[in-house]
């Protein structure tokens, strides 16, 4: 039986902002001790999601009324970035993350930006091949400072 998934804005006034930043340290968690160095979602906090939330326009996925997903769209002068894409473990695979991305197009296209980008560590293959199934491709790779290797890849993809 498919889910049914709701798509709606994450304001920072009406959201519980706690389980937002649950969903995203549960979703980046396989990370841990896998990417060097540590991601940025350990830095996050409740009060840092909300003015994430004021800077750039966030989307929840719910089913039932539990939140199961997120994004956070940061519009730019060539692209709509997208980050912190995250699906609750026990809901991956479900096509969650696809909707979240769909509904980043939308926006994108809405806003006149024709480009939606992300960055991934380059050490997450399986997130490079998840991004090119959904007509991401990789076009440069970045450093953390302090590091003298690539440590994440950007990635882009044209929107209608």
């Given amino acids: 039986m498919p889910i049914e998934i709701e798509l709606r804005q994450l304001t920072p006034a009406q959201t519980d902002w706690q389980r937002v930043l649950d969903l995203v340290l549960a979703s980046f968690a396989y990370m841990d001790g896998v990417i060097d160095p540590p991601s940025s979602a350990l830095r996050l906090t409740v009060e840092n999601l909300k003015q994430k939330a004021q800077a750039e326009i ?3 996925a719910f089913e039932d009324g539990r939140l199961v997903g ?5 519009p730019r002068s060539d692209c709509l970035y997208v980050g912190k894409l995250a699906i609750d473990p026990a809901m991956q695979g479900k096509g969650i993350g ?3 991305l769909q509904e980043a197009e939308r ?3 809405e806003m006149g930006l024709g480009v939606l980008e992300l960055q ?3 050490e997450l293959v399986r997130n490079h ?3 090119a199934r959904h007509g991401f491709a990789k076009t440069g790779e970045d ?3 302090g590091y003298d290797r690539p440590t994440s ?4 993809k044209p929107v209608a």
């Avoid at 890849?153 to 882009?156: A, C, E, G, L, S």
């Fill in 58 to 60: 966030a989307f929840g």
């Fill in 70 to 74: 997120c994004i956070f769209c940061d």
């Fill in 98 to 100: 696809g909707l979240l």
């Fill in 107 to 109: 926006l994108a296209r």
């Fill in 120 to 122: 991934t560590r380059v």
């Fill in 129 to 131: 091949a998840y991004f």
């Fill in 143 to 145: 450093s953390h400072a």
């Fill in 153 to 156: 890849i950007t990635m882009r």
